[in-house]
């Protein structure tokens, strides 16, 4: 947790509440750009320094480019809803192309979590299996995406709203939860054990034979 926790603090945390800052100071296009100059920043700042760049904080980015694009473009009512809807799909398609280049983001993102050193992110088993997890990744956020964009052109915005704000985090339970059930039963049938190192000595997982 407490490895986590300064990453999302810079991916999720602090873009919105610079967003909101700056909505009631200086209005919506300030904040639009502000949040994206401040994760565009904080990319930048990671590469200067040669520190990993988190999956939570790539995902972060591509989203909030795709929502200020959209909202620079037109100020209607319906593409501003749809700006979180174009970010499901982005981050569908951001999942499948992690794959496609041989970097599945799951790996980033488990990474951001739970911290595991090289040989065990070397392991085979888990390699193949954060591959297949950054796909199933994207199959859910594309369930999502459909779901949000049938409901956002046919219903009201209020049932919009109402079934994006339980859509999301469902789905993101659900991700997780076949995730993590999945982790164990491929660990299981191929042998290996997972193996969690104390406080004290990270990074924090260790798979064996």
Known sequence: MR?????VVEGKVLPVALFIGLLQVSGSTSALIG????????LARRRLRREEVTGILILTTVGLLARTIAALATGSLLVYFLQPTITTALVALTFVASVLIGKPLAERLMADVCPVDDETRAHPHL?????????????????NFSITLWV???QSPTTFVLVKSILGPLTT????GVGFLWFRTVMA???TQVVFAPAAARPGRQLRR
């Not at 390699?127 to 369930?143: E, I, K």
């Not at 339970?173 to 997780?176: D, F, S, V």
Request: proline share 2%; aromatic share 16%; hydrophobic share 55%.
């Open 35 to 42: 949040s994206l100059l401040f994760s565009f920043a904080a």
């Open 189 to 191: 049938r191929s042998g």
């Open 3 to 7: 490895h986590a926790l300064p990453n």
């Open 127 to 143: 390699r193949r299996f954060l591959s297949h997890l950054s796909l199933w990744w994207a199959f859910t956020s594309a369930v």
């Open 173 to 176: 339970t659900a991700t997780l």
């Open 152 to 154: 956002l052109l046919n």
